[in-house]
């Protein structure tokens, strides 16, 4: 059975940092690109970022370009999200999801076929 799991979320200052994990496990086959989405109160879910399964291609979208970095662990299965100047919105639920096509720019729902459950990350004072 497939599984995405995100942990490390919870509430942040503005310009504080916050690291968010995705766990994946069961995959059978290959996967080629891990995505970070995120969904804030009121808006569509986004993709914001993705890595490919060999971790030599991403993409950033301009919006966290500069304060987000995207990693992964192949041997650990995760893939890590390190948030640093964040501001308020930023706020959202943000959800790992797994991909089959790769990452091949600004993640789309569409191309994802397997998701966490999410997790809330809140930048307020």
């Known amino acids: 059975q497939v599984q995405l799991v995100e942990s490390g979320g919870g509430l942040v200052q503005p310009g504080g940092a916050l690291r968010l994990s995705c766990l994946a496990s069961?995959?059978?086959?290959?996967?080629?690109?891990i995505g970070w989405f995120r969904q804030a109160p009121g808006k569509e879910r986004e993709g914001v970022i993705c890595?490919?399964?060999?971790?030599?291609?991403?993409y950033y979208a301009d919006s966290v370009k500069g304060r987000f970095t995207i990693s992964s662990d192949n041997a650990k299965n995760t893939v890590d999200l390190q948030m640093y100047s964040l501001k308020s919105e930023d706020t959202a639920v943000y959800y790992c999801?797994?991909?089959?096509?790769?990452?091949?720019?600004?993640?789309?729902?569409?191309?994802?076929?397997?998701w966490g459950q999410g997790t809330q990350v809140t930048v307020s004072s």
């Open positions: 999801a797994a991909s089959p096509y790769g990452c091949l720019g600004r993640p789309e729902i569409e191309m994802y076929d397997y």
């Open positions: 890595i490919s399964n060999s971790g030599n291609r991403t």
């Open positions: 069961g995959f059978t086959e290959d996967y080629y690109a």
